[in-house]
């Protein structure tokens, strides 16, 4: 059976709920070969525009799931719409929480010094059972790189969650897949972050009205030149519906 996709400014999404999302990915695991899953929101959406590496990286991979309510707003003008929001974050705590208990193992990379392995402290403690059997900050150079490379070979985990943000670690996964020898490949951007507890989510209040970006610019106010691509994909989309 055929891939059930919508395309929002030439980028294919996935039409999954976060329940099948979490199928699909679980199936990949018990596949042939290695997949790799990109999670856009409407910021990436707009850098794929300008950058047709990473558009064509996304057009390859084997699910591309919507980070950003924003994404999930713009498919009301594509040809069949996205159920709901599948946020990166939420989709790889079910992931971890599904497999828990498992052989299934996990490898967390990326993120400043420190933090994936505090990350991952919090997530074996939150889920016990889970099997995480390695961890490396996001900061590296190119020697650095290839001892990364040897150590998740090395221990050859079934799920590769990179935090390197987008768009490098998706170019870093199209890369770097087949050395890491992962069943399958996951950008996360942020996530350890927020998995170790140095950056709060949003109260539920604001990602149930679908209002996270605004609750992360009042609590990140850095990030306000970042959220001016947002007004700039909802006119795009409206001007080429």
């Not at 790889?92 to 400043?112: C, I, K, N, P, V």
Request: aromatic share 8%; glycine share 8%.
């Amino acid at each position: 059976m055929g891939r059930k996709q919508t395309c929002i400014l030439d980028v294919a999404f996935d039409v999954v709920t976060m329940e099948e999302a979490a199928e699909k990915a679980k199936s990949f695991l018990r596949a042939e070969g290695q997949h790799y899953i990109c999670t856009p929101n409407p910021e990436i959406v707009m850098e794929a525009r300008t950058d047709g590496e990473l558009r064509k990286i996304l057009k390859k991979a084997d699910m591309v799931v919507p980070d950003g309510i924003g994404v999930v707003w713009a498919s009301k003008y594509s040809e069949k719409r996205l159920p709901e929001r599948v946020a990166g974050y939420d989709l790889t705590q079910r992931l971890m929480r599904d497999l828990a208990g498992t052989e299934e193992s996990f490898y967390f990379f990326g993120g400043a010094p420190g933090v994936a392995a505090a990350a991952a402290r919090k997530m074996r403690k939150d889920y016990p059972g889970l099997k995480i059997v390695g961890v490396h900050n996001g900061y590296f150079d190119e020697k650095e790189e290839k001892k990364i490379l040897e150590d998740i070979k090395k221990h050859s985990p079934s799920i590769l969650l990179v935090g390197l943000g987008a768009p490098k670690q998706e170019k870093w996964i199209a890369e770097h897949m087949r050395q890491t020898g992962a069943k399958l490949c996951i950008g996360v951007g942020g996530c350890f972050d927020v998995m170790s507890g140095n950056v709060k989510r949003a109260p539920k209040v604001f990602r149930r009205l679908g209002l996270e970006w605004f609750y992360r610019l009042i609590t990140q106010p850095k990030r306000w030149r970042r959220m001016l691509r947002l007004p700039v994909f909802a006119l795009t989309v409206l001007k080429e519906r």
